[in-house]
């Protein structure tokens, strides 16, 4: 629904917009509305409109990324002829090749989704130079659906595997919050060079671009982003390569190869992060040996998808070549359910609060219990066993993956016994 309204309130003389949100907008940013139904209007007005307060969203003042709900009533400044009558960009007529390409890929559909198994080498989305990739093959996936099928997602160009595409507009934004509070489950498997001292273990590195590289390029870093691997060893050939079950825990960029790169065990084929060390002798492919192997999130409709994807063909030759049983792979080690955002905050509030009861106890006992120091020999003051006052045993900086919990520290010696 669309209705022109007289001038604004505060006076701009500005002739107003105003729409209701529909079903199929639900849950999406509200500049991803603007995208869908005023496609010429240009952000940096966008953003103008929300600064001035011109843009509300019932009655309220809105921001760009705030998330519209369906029924909200949106009021904004008519676009400018001009961006109206803007044309939208189109991509090149597919060939015969590129629907055959797309529909070769495709591992499920239904109503809401679909899932394919994207091969290695292909981009995900365009960009420089960049002429094939998924995004351009979208079209001739649309089959009965209403709209454009839309990627939810990314994997790596080299990185093959599952790729969720979402088929409705509603499907789209229930996808995207999934990936975004981390409730979709994705597992990769990966052979690395060299084999990981702990069998399975989890990987808790920041990550930021690193500078100099025009952000193509992560590296950890102690100002970076909080990004946690989790992973186990599969099958090892030896010392000289492990094939490992990988679940990115959180989504930054290319965090699975730095990741494993900076724990000393690059994936194979990974020359960016891995250097030379990153390539194995004989008949095992230069490719990358990274694969979106399944994927598991809720649909919008009710129940849940649950994709494997089968491995590229250089992937299963270097297993092979190995002598790696495929089978493996599947066993998979059953997860630990994730406490939801508020219950880890709870948790986390609760730790802190008893480590300041403990501290405080310790503080009461000392005062309670100070008296002057008997004096020595030579009438000095007897000198107080223990290290330096304030010192605290420093953790090693490895790394390696923490230590799986249960372990035991050295055991405390016991009073002596007279001789």
Known sequence: MRARLAPDAAGTGMSMDRAIVAEEDDGIRLDRWFKRHRPGTPHALLARWARSGQLTLDGKKAD????????????????????????????????????????????????GALVLNKLPGLATQGGTKTDSHVDGLLDALKFDGPVRPKLVHRLDKDTSG?????RTPRAAAYFAKSFSNRSARKTYWALVVGVPDIAQGEIDLPLAKQPGSGGEKMHVHDD?????????????????????ELQPLTGRTHQLRVHMAAIGHPIVGDGKYGGKAAFLTGTISRKLHLHSRRLRIDHPDGGAIDVSADLPEHFAASLDALGFDPLLGDVLTEEAPRPSPKAAQKAKAKAHSKQLRKARRGERRSRSTAAPAKPGPGGKPAAKSGGKPGTKSAKPATGRAPARPGARGPAKPGPRKPR
């Open 162 to 166: 599952a790729l969720l595409i979402a």
């Open 224 to 244: 970076g982003l909080p990004s946690k691997t989790r992973y186990r060893i599969i099958e090892r050939a030896g010392n000289s390569a492990a094939w490992v």
């Open 64 to 111: 760009v990324s705030d998330r519209i709900a369906a029924g909200q009533v949106l009021v904004m400044p008519t676009p400018p002829v001009e961006a109206e009558a803007r044309p939208a960009r189109k991509g090149r007529p597919l060939t015969d090749a590129d629907v055959e390409l797309a529909t070769a890929m495709l591992i499920h559909r239904d109503a």
